[in-house]
């Protein structure tokens, strides 16, 4: 199984600042196509999880673009510029390249 | 508007069945593969399982393979989880999931 490692754990930032969040697997995440089918999700507090961005850098439905994905491979960053007070939560990263689909242990954003 | 509605949970004995029911509205109910997530008390995500848009291939990770059964009704836009052998680990959120939406989650609990 792909196994998801995800970092930190939990962050206490700043409306205003900006973060990153690591996401490294075990195997790359390059399928077969030639995509990277690594995504991020948010679990805004008492909410189901809402997908932020797919194959690694693309804007979901409706997200701003305060948010970023980058990386390739087997490295993965998630970025959110300017934290908002919406943007608490947990964040996930998740692969559907290889069965079973897996998820990183999530990071917890806490507004200071 | 997509709209992912599930039904079905409750308290359930161990070794017991229950089947879970996700009702589709707002897209294509057959243009898409189709999953089921869980997320146990205070924890991370759980791929469950997946099906393909005509229901010929599911998918399923070793946790629940041979106790779990996914399917689906295209023409009633309709996504199912039969659950059977149930034990005190499957106690969680049962979320139906799009790629890009994801239901309000429907709980289960095994419990003596």
């Known amino acids: 199984d792909v196994v998801m490692t995800q970092t930190p754990p939990s962050l206490s930032v700043a409306i205003g600042q900006s973060v990153s969040i690591s996401c490294k697997s075990s195997?790359?995440?390059?399928?077969?196509?030639?995509?990277?089918?690594l995504h991020w999700l948010l679990q805004s507090p008492g909410r189901s999880p809402k997908r932020l961005i797919y194959q690694v850098s693309n804007l979901g439905s409706g997200v701003p673009d305060r948010f970023s994905g980058t990386g390739s491979q087997k490295d993965f960053t998630l970025k959110i510029s300017r934290v908002e007070a919406e943007d608490l939560g947990v964040y996930y990263c998740a692969q559907t390249t290889h069965f079973p689909l897996t998820f990183g242990s999530g990071t917890k954003l806490e507004i200071k | 508007e997509v709209q992912l509605v599930e039904s079905g949970g409750g308290l359930v004995q161990p070794g017991r069945s229950l089947k879970l029911s996700c009702a589709a509205s707002?897209?294509?109910?057959?243009?898409?593969?189709m999953a089921w997530v869980r997320q146990a008390p205070k924890k991370g995500l759980e791929w469950v399982a997946t099906?393909?848009?005509?229901?010929?291939?599911?998918y399923y990770p070793d946790s629940v393979k041979g106790r779990f059964t996914i399917s689906r009704d295209n023409a009633k836009s309709s996504l199912y989880l039969q659950m059977n052998s149930l034990k005190s680990e499957d106690t969680a959120t049962y979320y139906c999931?799009?790629?890009?939406?994801w239901g309000q989650g429907v709980m289960v609990t095994v419990s003596s």
């Open positions: 999931a799009r790629d890009d939406y």
């Open positions: 099906i393909s848009t005509s229901g010929s291939r599911t």
């Open positions: 195997q790359s995440l390059v399928y077969s196509d030639g995509k990277t089918y």
């Open positions: 707002g897209f294509t109910f057959s243009n898409y593969y």
